[in-house]
C-alpha cells in the first residue's frame, strides 16, 4: 500500500510568491493535518481537516489556507511568501482524525 | 495551552548499549496520548511508540520502552540495544484525547533529540 505522498519534494520561491503544496493520504484515511517544521525544531501545526471540514487552525496568518477534495487529497496554499515560511512541510494522515498519524516525507519550501 | 519540552538537544551512544531520552509536558488534561517519533534523514515522521494517559502500565515495541510518570508530566524514552539505524531525530509529542472543539487531535511537539549511535 501507497504511504503518504506529498508533492513536490523540493521548490524555490521567491519572496512574494504564492505556492501550493499537495498531499495524499492513505487509502481509506479521511483526515489530513498540516505541520511546518522549521529547521532546528519541531513540527508546528497549521492545519486539520476532516471529511473535507477544517476541524483545527494553529497560530499561523491568514496567509496560509488549505482544502480538502472529495477523495481526501489535500492541498495547502501559502500567499505572500516571507523569508520566514523558509521550511519542511509535512502531512500527516489518519482514519478520522484521532487514530494513529502516518507522516509523508514533506515539502521543502525554500523562500529566497 | 499543551508544551512539550525535550531538554536534550543531542545525545550519543555507544552501539549495542541503552540510552535515555527525557521528555516533560504540562496540560491541564487527564485523558491524553503521548507518543515518541523519529526522524531520520528521509525527513518522513516515524512513530516509535504509543502511550494512553489512562494506562498505567508502560508501553514497549521490541527495543523501545518509555517510562511513564503521568503525576511528574514525564515521559522518557529507552532504546536498548542500540543500533546505527536508531540515529535520528526524536521528538515527543502529545494529544489530547477526548474531542472538545476545533484542533483537539493536533500533536503537540518537542524540539526534538539529536540521537548519534557510535560504532
Known amino acids: 500500500d501507497a504511504g503518504v505522498t506529498q508533492s513536490p519534494t523540493h521548490l524555490i520561491k521567491t519572496r512574494g510568491q504564492h505556492v501550493t503544496l499537495r498531499c495524499s493520504p492513505i487509502?481509506?484515511?479521511?483526515?489530513v493535518s498540516w505541520y511546518q517544521q522549521v529547521l532546528g525544531q519541531g513540527p508546528q501545526f497549521i492545519f486539520q481537516?476532516?471529511?473535507?471540514?477544517?476541524?483545527g487552525r494553529g497560530n499561523f496568518p491568514d496567509r496560509f489556507s488549505a482544502r480538502q477534495f472529495p477523495n481526501y487529497s489535500s492541498e495547502l496554499n501559502v500567499n505572500a511568501l516571507l523569508l520566514g515560511d523558509s521550511a519542511l512541510y509535512l502531512c500527516a494522515s489518519s482514519f478520522a482524525g484521532y487514530y494513529g498519524y502516518t507522516f509523508g516525507s514533506g515539502t521543502r519550501l525554500t523562500v529566497v | 495551552a499543551q508544551t512539550v519540552t525535550q531538554s536534550q538537544p543531542e545525545m550519543s551512544v555507544q552501539e549495542a548499549e541503552t540510552v535515555t531520552l527525557s521528555c516533560t509536558y504540562d496540560t491541564s488534561e487527564s485523558d491524553y496520548y503521548l507518543f515518541w517519533y523519529k526522524q531520520p534523514p528521509s525527513r518522513q515522521m516515524i512513530l516509535v511508540i504509543r502511550?494512553?494517559?489512562?494506562?498505567?502500565q508502560n508501553a514497549t515495541e521490541n527495543r523501545f520502552s518509555v517510562n511513564f510518570q503521568k503525576a511528574a508530566k514525564s515521559f522518557s524514552l529507552k532504546i536498548s540495544d542500540s543500533q546505527l539505524g536508531d540515529a535520528a531525530m526524536y521528538f515527543c509529542a502529545y494529544r489530547k484525547d477526548r474531542y472538545s472543539g476545533a484542533g483537539s487531535y493536533q500533536l503537540t511537539f518537542g524540539k526534538g533529540t539529536k540521537l548519534s549511535v557510535i560504532p
Open positions: 481537516y476532516y471529511e473535507k471540514e477544517e476541524r
Open positions: 502511550q494512553e494517559a489512562y494506562k498505567q
Open positions: 487509502s481509506g484515511h479521511k483526515s
